[in-house]
């Protein structure tokens, strides 16, 4: 009789399968169609980066003084620059600079961001008022000028790029993070853990900090994209990667002198940022959807 | 309301006074000797001690800070090192163009982005909203001086329309404008449109359609002032935008600028005047939240009652 029971349910309730949080989030995700856009396009401009050197068909700095400033054509299908160098390999190998400084400036904020804000919104009281009145300070200066001002302290250069647009974005993950850990820090598992006898360190790093993961996520995908315009802004008035280093902001500055002459010099530099910096957007508003589903309007 | 100004603006002070010791710092680490710039190659090393000693550059960091912060409340930020003028003079040059460009902008950007957003939030997932949407995500992705070079190219090297460099009339204002106001467009077009979604939907606006009420008067006069409020913040945040902007654009367009004038400082280390304009930009910065703040009283009578 209960065999009978048994099959009888088995048969008319479907068997689900069950599925990580990961998992869900990523069906969530793939099912957003500019997202898996913008991720495609992410993904065609990072193998440019790691593979550089086998898709490039010419050496990007070599110059070809008999064959400047020519069209798209088969030999080079974007054409040359004012100094003959093939312009589609400059970008395959900007890639690697443009995704260096997006990933690294971001590494720097979130890291050095998030201990910040963990430390304002955990602990709050006069470190809190402290960091976050020198936060405020940090915002009160337009990111392009922050930038340019460490950059003339520092120097040019990738390295001081990188550092510059990392500190220019503290801020933002700062109070992001602090805020998510205010709303955590009275949550009943927090004080269960206290009241457990955790450390403020396991508790922060158990509790606080992977329950903080989704809005930084997000945070960080379009900070990539918008530090690929911060550094490309930098180069592009000279204060950034100096030329002959393969840079789509330097190579704006360059193409901008033959403007009216060969306007493919900045058509295609300009597409390239325009295409990593949307392919961040269309993720980092996939991953909020996806991360957050009551936020999706 | 008066108490809650007056608190904001002693709010500044502080904020400003932070400013100050990042730009100070800034030009204090930077490499390169303000007197050796001045008297350029050639001088001996007698006069450059000399004129260090005279500058007060040999004190020690906190008093030259006192001193720079004396000076600056005295209206003095100091002489610029190519021109001898002094910094203040230069700042009351450039700054107006700087405002007007970035004033013209913000304009630009909120009729620009205000109508796209009510037009694809009245009409949600029509064509408009689709093609409206999808524009200003491009536009919020396209780099301003990239935006700019391709309207010079166009309308100023192909057509011949207006002119390419220059500020000198209104014809010359109009490229600038928009290359710095399109991307903020595409963010208020955004914000503009999920605010008004958010409102269109309360059982109000049921309401005043129920009672009768044309569309496009439930959809201005109802829907729009109350979704207003974040759409006022993304404009003030957009103000400080067009300000930073500004120093990108106006390299562009070879415009008189405080960001022009900040570039060219910096390539040739002038300090003064680097230090002068980030400072002069910050407290215009301060001055336009504060304003904002003011602004959502008056648009929102729940936040002026919090204040009474």
């Known amino acids: ?297 | 309301m008066i108490k809650y100004i007056l608190r904001r603006i002693l709010m500044m002070i502080p904020v400003m006074l932070g400013v100050t010791i990042i730009v100070f710092t800034m030009m204090y680490i930077t490499p390169g000797d303000p007197a050796e710039i001045i008297l350029e190659d050639g001088a001996t090393p007698e006069a450059v001690a000399e004129l260090r000693e005279e500058m007060g550059l040999d004190d020690p960091y906190l008093v030259r800070y006192f001193r720079f912060v004396s000076d600056l409340l005295h209206g003095d930020l100091g002489t610029c090192y190519a021109i001898g003028q002094p910094v203040f003079d230069r700042l009351v040059q450039t700054f107006p163009n700087t405002m007007k460009l970035a004033a013209l902008a913000v304009l630009v950007s909120t009729t620009l982005g205000l109508l796209m957003g009510i037009i694809s939030a009245a009409k949600q997932y029509s064509v408009f909203d689709n093609v409206a949407m999808a524009l200003a995500m491009m536009g919020n992705a396209m780099p301003n001086f990239w935006q700019g070079l391709l309207l010079m190219l166009l309308f100023s090297l192909w057509l011949g329309w207006l002119p390419a460099s220059g500020f000198s009339s209104f014809k010359h204002m109009i490229l600038p404008a928009v290359t710095m106001g399109t991307s903020s467009a595409a963010i208020i077009a955004r914000m503009t449109r999920s605010s008004m979604l958010e409102v269109i939907r309360a059982d109000y606006i049921s309401t005043a359609r129920a009672k009768g009420q044309v569309e496009y008067r439930v959809i201005l006069r109802h829907a729009l002032k109350n979704a207003l409020i974040p759409v006022v913040t993304i404009i003030g945040i957009q103000f400080g935008r067009q300000l930073g902007g500004a120093v990108l654009t106006e390299s562009i367009f070879a415009i008189p600028g405080v960001g022009k004038m900040m570039v060219d400082a910096i390539k040739a280390r002038n300090f003064p005047v680097v230090q002068g304009g980030v400072l002069m930009i910050a407290l215009s910065l301060s001055i336009v939240n504060l304003l904002v703040d003011i602004l959502y009283a008056y648009i929102d009578p729940r936040i002026k009652s919090q204040y009474k």
């Not at chain 1, 793939?30 to 898709?55: D, H, P, W, Y």
């Not at chain 1, 910040?116 to 009145?133: A, E, K, S, T």
């Not at chain 1, 902001?249 to 403007?259: H, I, P, V």
């Not at chain 1, 390239?272 to 993720?283: D, F, G, H, K, S």
């Open chain 1, 1 to 297: 009789m209960n065999n009978t029971t048994n099959t009888a349910t088995s048969q008319t309730l479907p068997v689900y399968k069950k599925r990580g949080q990961g998992a869900e989030i990523w069906r969530r995700f793939r099912q957003n169609k500019n997202a898996m856009v913008g991720m495609c396009i992410f993904l065609v401009l990072v193998s440019f980066a790691l593979f550089a050197e086998f898709i490039a068909p010419y050496d990007p700095i070599e110059q070809d003084l008999l064959n400047i400033m020519q069209t798209p054509s088969r030999q080079h299908i974007l054409g040359t620059d004012e100094l003959g160098r093939d312009i589609f390999s400059r970008i395959v190998y900007g890639s690697r600079i443009s995704m260096t400084v997006g990933l690294i400036a971001v590494g720097i904020a979130f890291v050095a961001g998030s201990a910040l804000g963990v430390i304002c919104g955990y602990y709050g009281g006069i470190l809190d008022n402290v960091i976050m009145r020198f936060v405020d300070i940090l915002m009160s200066i337009p990111a392009i000028l922050l930038n340019i001002s460490i950059v003339a302290a520092l120097g040019t250069g990738l390295q001081n790029v990188m550092i510059a647009i990392g500190i220019s974005n503290v801020p933002r993950f700062c109070r992001i993070i602090r805020a998510s850990v205010m709303s955590l820090r009275e949550q009943e598992f927090v004080e269960a853990s206290r009241a457990a006898g955790a450390k403020d360190l396991y508790i922060v790093m158990r509790h606080i900090i992977p329950n903080c993961l989704a809005p930084l996520i997000i945070q960080a995908t379009v900070s990539i994209g918008s530090s690929i315009l911060q550094c490309a802004s930098l180069s592009f008035i000279g204060l950034g990667i100096v030329p002959p280093t393969p840079e789509w902001g330097a190579m704006l500055s360059t193409g901008r002198d033959f403007l009216r002459k060969a306007p493919h010099l900045t058509t295609f530099p300009g597409l390239a940022i325009m295409a990593a910096v949307y392919a961040m957007n269309l993720m980092g508003d996939g991953l909020r959807d996806a991360l957050d589903p009551k936020l999706k309007n």
